[in-house]
């Protein structure tokens, strides 16, 4: 994180219940970075979209404070309150909720007017480029799909000129193949703007994909909190116990192979091969490992199949309490972690222990970005 966002983060400090009766309450109180996209992970009913209704002012809620860059949204000590209508934000929802008696373009017009146009963050050229809709404006909501119409929703989302977007599973009513297709246009939406994003999801492959930074929210209170990629690497958390345990591992692409159809990316003095795609050299690389895909050997095979066999240092393990079968091993390769999820029984015949050099198989990574 920059020194910037060190000093002029997000804060949001909320409390709040819908109602007296209700047994539900949200309190947190989190610091986000004013810069990229920040998710807020947990099941459904932990509180999020509570959350960023709250921060939207669509909760009548006057004792939470929130402040960004300095700007003061609502204070319940120095009881400010800026209505909704008068926060910078753009709100996608889950469905794209767009006007359906108005065209595409009439849409976005209806953004544009209620526009932040002071301090203008994009241009309407940009906007439409970076969606891609330039060809559907003139078609109402009905005769679009799913995903086009979400990305009109972030289009129009974006026209309001926000200083903060907020989305909440904007990816989640859609099915798989159309949210592949939105995908791409969300990164680049994440990675082009200099908005800083709040993005709701239960999906951990979202979040993976996305978020530098994240909240894991349950029952309204956030139990783990800091950036992605050294949160996803912590052992003892709800991650390294969930099914789909991932790290992600970054760095620039250092030696390309079209013969092979392989490229490889190098940090701490390691490198890793990942199918070759339309990446050049010198790219920074985001690859997510599975700690599925890594197994663990005391020697260097020079018989296996598998091409990235990493010598890694031993951090610490921890054996799931659900499932005593399995351990998780926290590797360190220089100062990048990898999980390795292997069977207790392994871990013991190989005598594994902390402070241990040893090799990690890596049997498939999957690029991010
Ligand atoms: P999430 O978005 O994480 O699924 P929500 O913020 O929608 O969670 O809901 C959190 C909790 O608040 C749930 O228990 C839900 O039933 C309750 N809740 C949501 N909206 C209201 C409301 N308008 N009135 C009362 N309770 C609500
Ligand atoms: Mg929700």
Redo the contacts with the bound molecule.
């Keep these: 994180m920059s020194s910037k966002q060190d000093h002029n983060p997000l804060c949001v400090q909320v409390t709040y219940q819908?109602?007296k009766t209700?047994?539900?309450s949200?309190d947190v109180d989190l610091k986000l970075p004013n810069s990229g996209v920040s998710a807020?992970f947990?099941?459904?009913?932990?509180?999020?979209?509570?959350?960023?209704?709250c921060i939207a002012g669509l909760e009548p809620n006057k004792q939470s404070s929130i402040t960004l860059n300095g700007e003061i949204w609502q204070s319940g000590t120095k009881s400010i309150y800026s209505p909704a209508h008068k926060r910078p934000i753009g709100y996608v929802f889950q469905d794209a909720n767009l006007f359906p008696h108005l065209s595409a373009k009439e849409n976005l017009q209806f953004a544009i007017k209620r526009a932040n146009s002071a301090q203008p963050i994009i241009s309407y050229k940009d906007v439409i480029r970076l969606m891609n809709i330039e060809a559907i404006l003139s078609q109402y909501p009905a005769q679009l799909s799913g995903g086009e119409r979400q990305r009109v929703a972030m289009a129009r989302a974006l026209l309001i000129q926000p200083k903060l977007l907020l989305m909440?599973?904007p990816l989640s009513a859609l099915d798989d193949a159309l949210k592949q297709e939105i995908l791409p246009y969300l990164e680049q939406l994440c990675r082009r703007t200099s908005i800083p994003i709040i993005y709701?999801s239960?999906s951990l492959d979202e979040v993976i994909r996305l978020a530098d930074y994240m909240v894991v929210?349950d029952k309204?209170r956030a139990i783990e909190e800091g950036k992605t990629q050294s949160l996803l690497g912590k052992l003892g958390t709800s991650f390294s116990r969930y099914q789909d345990a991932s790290v992600v591992v970054s760095g620039a692409v250092t030696r390309q192979e079209p013969k092979w159809g392989l490229s490889w990316i190098s940090f701490d003095n390691q490198t890793i091969a990942f199918k070759q795609g339309d990446e050049k050299l010198g790219d920074l690389i985001r690859l997510r490992i599975q700690s599925k895909d890594v197994s663990l050997a005391l020697s260097k095979q020079d018989n296996s199949s598998i091409l990235n066999r990493l010598s890694v240092l031993i951090d610490d393990l921890e054996r799931d309490p659900k499932d005593p079968s399995m351990i998780m091993v926290r590797l360190l390769a220089g100062t990048t972690t990898i999980l390795a999820k292997i069977t207790t029984l392994s871990a013991h015949n190989l005598r594994l222990e902390k402070g241990q050099t040893i090799i990690a198989q890596i049997k498939s990574v999957a690029v991010l970005s």
């Design positions: 819908h109602l209700s047994t539900f949200l807020l947990g099941p459904s009913g932990s509180g999020k979209t509570t959350l960023l209704r909440d599973e709701v239960h929210l309204g």
